[in-house]
């Protein structure tokens, strides 16, 4: 013989009234919040991977250390390689760096590149305020 329960199964709990306090009534979502934030967070990324990209990842403008030499205590000399559309200009950031770490020398150069000319090859003197360790160029952009 087949067992049957003596009371339903409610689908919910039934709580006795006033026991438990008051129940909440069920609020309205808002799926228009999430997308808002969805949309935030997308303008943010756009934002800051343009910003990026125009500060480090243009790729006509590209440089190469080949040496730095003649190091002494106020001065260094960097030679470096530049990419460059060619005709066009870009300057470029340099640095010397102490054997610490710290910075002791930072100079903008404009390079010029000729007609049909694109690498160019740069000798340049920084003058520092301790003794280098080594030179860097940092980035190259376009002159403007």
């Excluded at 067992?3 to 709990?13: K, L, R």
Aim: overall charge positive; glycine content about 6%; some cysteine.
């Amino acid at each position: 013989m087949p067992e049957t329960p003596a009371t339903p199964v409610p689908s919910a709990p039934v709580f006795p009234p006033g026991r438990y306090g008051r129940r909440r009534a069920h609020r309205r979502r808002r799926p228009w919040i999430p997308a808002l934030l969805a949309v935030a967070l997308l303008a943010v990324t756009v934002a800051a991977s343009y910003r990026l990209y125009r500060q480090y990842g243009d790729p006509n403008y590209d440089a190469q250390v080949i040496t730095y030499t003649e190091i002494t205590d106020s001065q260094l000399v960097l030679d470096f390689r530049v990419t460059v559309p060619a005709g066009g200009s870009a300057v470029c950031v340099l640095r010397a760096r102490a054997k610490d770490g710290a910075e002791v020398a930072r100079e903008e150069v404009r390079v010029d590149a000729g007609p049909g000319q694109r690498h160019l090859t740069v000798r340049h003197l920084l003058a520092t305020t301790a003794r280098p360790m080594l030179g860097e160029v940092l980035r190259c952009r376009p002159a403007g």
